[in-house]
Structure formats: C-alpha cells, structure tokens
C-alpha cells in the first residue's frame, strides 16, 4: 500500500472538514458505515438509518485505491450502482453516493477537477454561458439523494406510526430543524383538534414547547405549505405574536395531501437565531407527498386484506358440496368480479318441515340466485342478507310464498332508496319432477327441453327485492315440469352481458350454444365451459360483473 499517494474524502454540501488518509503497510481496508455503539468505528463515520454499519469498504490494491459496496441499500460511484461486493477502481474526481450522502474522492490531491455547467436565459439574444460552481450543483445532488433515501426508507414502512416516526427522524437529520413533529387533526364538537403522534426535538425543551396552532390553521385553511420567517416579520399572520414568544425563528407546516381535506401536517421549526436554506422548505414538502403516498398505499394494503377476508367469508358461506338428489345432476357456483361480489346462491336439501342433514338425501332441494345492485362489499352484504333470511325460513319450514315475502319486506325496511335485488327462488321435487319457481326481477331463465332441442323462456314473477312491499307478489309460483334431459338453466348477466373490447356482449344466443353442445354432459361440465367462453370473449378485458349460475338436470 506504501507506493499509493493519498486519499482525500471531501463531503458536498457540508461543512465537514476534508478527512485525509495515508496507506499503511497492513492489508486492512478503510471503511465507511454508520456508528456502532458495541463494534469499532468505521473509517469515515456517516450518521444516517439508511447506511450499513459496514457500507464501503476502501483499499489499496495493485497500487491503485478501489472500493467495494457491502451496503443494503447500495452505493453510487460516478452516478452508476456499484455491483455488490466486487472491488472498482476509483478515479481521481469520483464522487460516491451513499444514503443522502456525496463524498468526493481526490486521489493524491486534495483538489477536484471543477464542474461547469452552461446555463442559457430564456429571452432570445441572451443566451450567455454562465458558471454553475461545483457547491452548488452539488448541494442540489445532495437534496436529491436525501429525497430518494427518504423515499426507500418512507415505502418500508408497515403502518402509519412506522411512517410517522420515519419522517420526523428525517427532517431531523437534514440539519435543517431543531423540530420535527407529525400532526393530525380532527374535529370534535365544532373544535379543532391537533395530537402530535410523532416528535423529534434538539432537546427537552426544545420537544416541550407547544406548536403554532395559527401556523397549523393557515396549513388546515390554504390546504398547501405554509413557510414563516419570523425574523422577516410574523405580521402577515393574525395572531402569529405566541410565535415570536415561543422563541420560533422559521416554521414550516406541510400537509399531508390525502383527499379533499388533509388530515395530517409535517411540522418543523428551528429556534435561537436559526436560519431556514431556501430548500428546506420544498423538502419539508416533498416529504410529506412522500409520507402521503406510503399512507395510501398501506391504506389500500389493508383494504385489500380486508377485502380478501371479507370474500374467503362470503365463498365460504356458498355451499361446499350441493344436496344429493336421486335422479338429478345440480351444479352451482358464483364467482365475483371484484373481491367480494353482489351475487349469491344456496342450494339447500330439505327433509321434513326442515333442512335435511347433511349425509341424508333431500327430498327437496330449495334453490336460491340473488343479485344485488353493483358489486363489491355493499351489495354483497345485501345479498348475503337474502340468502340468510332464506336459511331461516327454510329451517322453520316456511313455504318458498312466505319465505319470498318475508326477505322482500325486509329488504324493504333494510336498503337505501335507490338499491334493490333481484332473485330467483325454485323448490325442486324430485318425485313429481317439478321446479317450483318464482323470479323477482331476475332474468333470463331458460329451459332447455331434450327431446325438442328448444329453450323455453322463464317470465319474472314480481318485482326485485327491496322497491315496494305493496302489490309486491301474486299468489301463485309457476310450476315448471321437467322431463329426462331437460336443463334448468339460471344465471347472472355476468355471462350474458360480458363485453369484448369492441363494446358486443357474449349474449344469449352464445350461452344456449354452450349449453346445446354440452347437453349429454354433468352440468360442472357446462358450467366450466360457460366460463371459458365468457372468459375468451372478453379477452383482454377482465369481466365486469359478477357471474353466478344454478342449473339443474333432470338424468334420463
């Protein structure tokens, strides 16, 4: 290492003094890392969360300095990611990028090559060069960096206390604030409410001293960055002397831009003659776009795993396995187009004055399809709403005319105007071969007769669940008779109406061919090529609404 010159390790944009190092005759490297409370101190110490404790590792090889990057987080050298732990050469000049940290690198000499940038007016005729000093372009480079560590450190947060915590330890560590806090606000019997939920201070008193609620009200009002230098003059804000009290010197309150009104702000301030840099104040607000961000998206992380549990809760309501019925094939499933889904189904055997038990054959079947308005968690509790005030009916032995009464009158207590189902109710019998059927708005039902090759349309009974309780119903079901071969088909218009992107839907000239084709097949069969085809029609769309199907057939 004797024959190298020596190394020089300047700090853009910090007033750190330029750290010297000489080699020696051992083969140990210099390291730069963070500071360790128990393990020996790097070479060149760099204080920040996002730099490893061992980040760098730099030597002498072949008479020439190199370094290797040992960091999680990485390390830029000349403006490229270093490749994990394989040695580079460094070249008088180079600047090496850590976290929000730019060392410069002089090999031999203290002295950089300078940088000169060629600025040009935008009025015509003006366009003479000027002289962009290295400082400050590389103080720019430095904010840059701190925004993009801020960013890395900011989207590994799990929750919004980690978030909180994260952003206040930032500002903290720009050296910019003798405060950092994270506020949110609230409003409680015509009152705003502020409660701090993350904190740094430069000291204990600094910590305990309350925060500018007028500075907050401006933020809350403007809905956008509020700066106040109160060495300039805090008259521009009514009652801003508790301020100048306080022993404020500059205050800079960012929202968190959230929805129409924010709800969280990033406060910092400094204190005892204290300067605010004319880019403290876009970084206060950069990183508060940034902490917004992390909120949304940890927002919509939860939602979807709610959302997740809320379907496996609703697919797991669905029958599992359908009641065995002599003489009969019944299929049935439903699967939503978001996670949770506006329709549902039961297929439920009845023995009795009840529901049979599980192992024994029904001897009815009672047969649910329930649409409910839109699709997503809301519809789906309608939906589910109906299916449940069905089982119960069914578990005191209702008749399928009460029991379509009852959900109706309930719904109609239950939704918001403007929201309704539609559903089908069928009672199979098995020993007369008869579906007893009756449809409140919900359409089209075919069945598709064997022995002619035709489908016979199935008219709705009453209106959908939840408009009126008056007129609602008439007296009487249709009974249909089905013969061997004869399908019950009984579907959503998830399959009917799926669009291509041309705007045309499957239709149901394409769901009776499906079903003409398949007739001599198990109706699982029928059903999975139903939703092959709605599937490939749509392609590369995704199925905008919910697709549910009941069909029943009668063996030969």
Known sequence: ??????????????????????????????????????????????????VSRLHVEIAVRDGRWHARSLGKAGTILDGHFMAPEQWKEIGHGATMGIAGFRLRLGIGSESVPNLQTVEFADEPGNGKPQSIGRQRI?????????????????????????????????????????????????RESDRDMWVPVALWGSDERTRNLPLSRTVLQEALHTKGTVRLDVEAGAGSLAGAQSIVASGATAIVCAPLPRGDSPSAFLYADTRAGGTMGDAALP???????????????????????????????????????????????????STPAEQCGGDAFDCIGL?????????????????????????????????????GMTRLGARLGQSLLDIVREVNAQLCQDLPPGRFVTAWYGMLDPSAHTVESLSAGQ??????????????????????????????????????????????????????????????????????QVVRSLRDRPCAEILDALDRGSLDFCKPLQPGDDRTAILVRRLA
């Not at 450190?153 to 929750?159: E, F, H, N, Q, V």
């Not at 029904?362 to 789906?380: I, K, S």
Request: with cysteine.
């Open 283 to 333: 970084f206060v607000d950069m990183v508060a776009q940034l902490a917004a961000l992390a909120e949304d998206q940890l927002a919509r992380v939860k939602l979807e795993e709610e959302m997740g549990v809320a379907r496996s809760i609703q697919q797991g309501s669905f029958p599992s396995a359908l009641p065995q019925v002599g003489g009969y094939d019944i299929a049935a499933r």
């Open 351 to 387: 023995a009795g004055q009840g529901i049979a038990d599980e192992e024994a054959n029904a001897e009815r079947v009672l047969l649910l399809l329930a649409d409910a308005t839109g699709h997503g968690v809301g519809p789906a509790l309608s939906s589910m709403q109906a299916r």
């Open 138 to 186: 590389e103080s720019a480079q430095v904010r840059l960096s701190a925004l993009l560590a801020a960013a890395r450190r900011i989207g590994t947060c799990r929750d919004e206390k980690a978030v909180a915590e994260a952003v206040v330890d930032i500002l903290c560590e720009s050296g910019d604030f003798d405060r950092a806090v994270l506020v949110r606000h609230s």
């Open 443 to 512: 359409g089209p039902i075919y069945v598709y007769r064997y022995a002619e090759d035709r489908f016979d349309f199935i008219d709705s009974d009453a209106m959908p669940f939840g408009v009126t309780s008056a007129g609602f119903m008439p007296d009487a079901s249709q009974r249909i008779g089905l013969q061997p071969g004869d399908i019950l088909l009984v579907i959503t218009d998830g399959y009917y109406e799926a669009m291509n992107p041309a705007g045309a839907q499957w239709g149901e000239a394409a769901v009776q």
């Open 1 to 50: 290492m004797t024959n190298a010159p020596p190394l020089f390790v300047s700090f853009a944009g910090s007033d750190r003094p330029v750290e010297r190092f000489d080699p020696t005759g051992d083969s140990r490297p210099l390291t730069v890392g963070r500071p360790s409370a128990t393990g020996p101190a790097p070479s060149i110490t760099l204080q920040d969360a996002s």
